[in-house]
């Protein structure tokens, strides 16, 4: 469904009593009712369009069509006429004319998710909106004007794509009236019991089940240990494929399953030579870790902003891996520059 109805707009407010995920709230629930674009930035899986949708009903556009669409799904050209729509016989296959995203989100909110994989061609089209309110159906002439409020998302340092050239700084402006940064949830450990629950007991509904039995002491201790690298979407699915799996589920769940692709018949798993077999396994992960952190905050000239760009990380990931590996402490007196 393009847009929610009124019927669906009074959405629960996002689970979280850790402060640092109460004031992200509360910043959200500031900027809701300002008529100016707001960037959600969070890793993936920290529940950015649940955000965005929060951030939509609490707006005065609330009872508006709120459009959503994710750039990362549509190559350059589909994605610009998805966003900007098109008129008959602009290219092979137009038949009709296209409505635009934005034409359908008038008098409402637009969310582009992934906004960082759209091509500065679409960037510049996209700005032109945000400042002047019109646009072009591909294809045509006829200057067109809407009434759309802006919401975007990311998962990427956007500023740092900026000064390589790679996203228009003059969007980025016009975007960042207001950032809201969503904490990961290794960051708010707190909630990782009332999160579990929540997801225990859906998945409870959907199997019939009576109730959720909840987590035996030594998978909550798992749990709550756990660095979630995929977040509130990867809890999720831990809890669910727990309970799923559970053969007593009218008792507390035992068993935690965090990789599903670990198996012994998991092609490729049976070519490691005996050297690399050797050794415990912590310390191996470990002196793996350390080689490629040293090998990027070289390249990068020790700037820390970088070379989390260089590993795909976050600048917050590369930060806690650094703390967790004591042996760079010699190394990092030598950094350049902190990033």
Not at 92 to 104: P, V
Not at 158 to 170: M, T
Not at 289 to 307: C, D, I, S, Y
Request: aromatic content about 8%; glycine content about 8%.
């Amino acid at each position: 469904m393009i847009y929610q109805d009124r019927a669906r707009a009074a959405i629960a407010p996002p689970l979280g009593e850790a402060p640092a995920f109460r004031a992200m709230l509360a910043q959200l629930s500031r900027a809701a009712p300002l008529d100016r674009p707001v960037l959600i930035v969070g890793e993936r899986g920290t529940g950015k369009e649940l955000l965005a949708a929060r951030l939509n009903f609490l707006s005065r556009r609330w009872d508006r069509p709120f459009v959503k669409l994710n750039c990362a799904t549509l190559a350059e050209s589909l994605l610009d006429s998805e966003l900007f729509g098109h008129e008959a016989g602009a290219f092979t296959g137009a038949t009709k004319r296209r409505l635009s995203r934005f034409e359908m989100a008038d008098g409402g909110t637009l969310f582009l998710d992934e906004i960082a994989t759209a091509s500065l061609g679409v960037q510049e089209k996209i700005l032109r909106i945000i400042e002047y309110g019109t646009f072009e159906r591909v294809g045509g002439n006829e200057t067109l004007e809407v009434d759309v409020r802006m919401v975007a998302a990311t998962n990427v340092d956007l500023p740092v794509l900026a000064d390589q050239g790679k996203f228009r700084a003059d969007l980025l402006d016009r975007l960042a009236f207001d950032v809201v940064t969503v904490p990961p949830l290794r960051e708010r450990r707190e909630d990782i019991p009332l999160l579990a629950r929540h997801f225990g007991t859906g998945m409870a509904r959907e199997l019939g089940l009576d109730f959720f039995a909840g987590f035996t002491r030594d998978a909550e201790a798992a749990l709550a240990g756990y660095d979630w690298p995929g977040n509130v979407r990867e809890l999720r699915n831990v809890v669910e494929r727990a309970l799923y799996r559970a053969t007593r589920p009218e008792k507390p769940i035992g068993e935690i399953v965090f990789d599903p692709f670990a198996s012994p018949y998991r092609p490729g798993a049976d070519m490691k030579t005996d050297a690399e077999a050797t050794g415990k396994f912590e310390e191996r992960v470990q002196a793996f870790e350390a080689g490629l952190l040293k090998t990027a905050l070289e390249r990068a000239r020790f700037n820390r902003v970088k070379a989390a760009q260089e590993l795909g990380l976050s600048y917050d990931q590369l930060r806690n891996l650094l703390k967790r590996h004591k042996s760079f402490s010699a190394l990092l007196r030598g950094e350049k520059d902190l990033g």
